[in-house]
């Protein structure tokens, strides 16, 4: 057997190693089958030419296909099996990677497709998706100018754009990972703002906290409080009225109480685009509030953010110009593709980079050969942090202001027509009449037609969104969320957010209810 030594190093290393770990290295280098890329340019190109034409065939033009099924239902321990799961030490050929490849995309949920309804986010975009595919391709961490340049300019102009349609000419901004990031970035800030010291002195300088929301609001709320270490107890809940919207005479009212209970108001929450309702806090009404009291106010658009780009609805949004910060998550209504949340501020005093910097010596130099400013990686919390903006940007390109524009238009367009053609139906009853593009309904089976008197109405109706749930994922002919809400037992809520939506799909969801549940 003859041992390929190509370098007097790797020989003077195998003159090192035990008898048995020599023999195993041996092995190794004689062995075949061990596959490998490395070194050859034309394997790493057929292989990702060939990744990609699966990429392309299955997740793409299947995956968004309304001939196809929306996802392929397994039970956990089968769909184990099916994957394969186990890492093991012998590594696999290339023709075993790519079906790999091709059994991963076949049992996931394709929330490209336009009969998944079930979350805020769906639908894919090609030049978004054109901009993920380079963000990761190049694999840079968006903390300096030196090894991101196109992207700190770029993230820059993008929070410029998304600034203006907020209504300011200058301020401050960062992408995030995730709106709920977002959120208690906020909280983190206005904290700082008013008690400076806290970042180094920690919580011990600090009076008792309350910041305000409304009962409607993200649970990242609560999160952020416990998180932050103010505990959720400093969360004062605000009443919503019976569209889900902040009650701004409550707001007053809870601050009084947390200021005679001996704690220090600090921060408002409100938000545009509830999750389950699509409810818009009236911000006008609470923007005075926070005047009044000298409170900091946030306003969580993750959802509903996008809405400032249509002329005809933004009016949702009225007020939003006197936040201090505003959550946005083009990943969202825009299909940006996760993640794309972006944290927008009012300010212009560097507030970001004081309240979370540490001027790690290893990254930001300040004596490096181009402006430091433009180091932004200080800001934020992470140290790592990948590229949000480039999708975005690509698809703002590539669409416009009026492109996107059209595209939310549509969105509420589509709604409206869902919402006509349930009351033209028998069994579907509206929670509410929808001013956003959350359809929010119960689907009542025939044996419960007409007996809205009966005692156990109302629990017998709970029970058939799960149910209904249930069928359309097995079968893979849509998805659709369900949710309790407040007194109310279980309801679909149809998020209503594809731009590859039509008509047609709407008709087919309620003739998918109608299918499913005729047994009922």
Known sequence: MSIPLKSSFLLSYLCTLPLALLS???LMADSEALPSLAGDPVAVEALLRAVFGVVVDEAIQKGTSVSQKVCEWKEPEELKQLLDLELRSQGESQEQILERCRAVI???VKTGHPRFFNQLFSGLDP????GRIITESLNTSQYTYEIAPVFVLMEEEVLRKLRALVGWSSGDGIFCPGGSISNMYAVNLARYQRYPDCKQRGLRTLPPLALFTSKECHYSIQKGAAFLGLGTDSVRVVKADERGKMVPEDLERQIGMAE????VPFLVSATSGTTVLGAFDPLEAIADVCQRHGLWL???AAWGGSVLLSQTHRHLLDGIQRADSVAWNPHKLLAAGLQCSALLLQDTSNLLKRCHGSQASYLFQQDK????????GDKVVQCGR???C???WLMWKAQGDQGLERRIDQAFVLARYLVEEMKKREGFELVMEPEFVNVCFWFVPPSLRGKQESPDYHERLSKVAPVLKERMVKEGSMMIGYQPHGTRGNFFRVVVANSALTCADMDFLLNELERLGQDL
């Open 24 to 26: 195993r290295e041996i």
């Open 127 to 130: 030049h978004a998706l054109a």
């Open 386 to 388: 990948r590229v949000d």
């Open 369 to 376: 050969f181009y402006d430091v400013a433009l180091d932004t």
């Open 298 to 300: 946030h306003v969580d």
């Open 390 to 392: 480039l999708k975005l």
């Open 260 to 263: 005679a209970e001996g704690a």
């Open 106 to 108: 076949r049992y996931s």
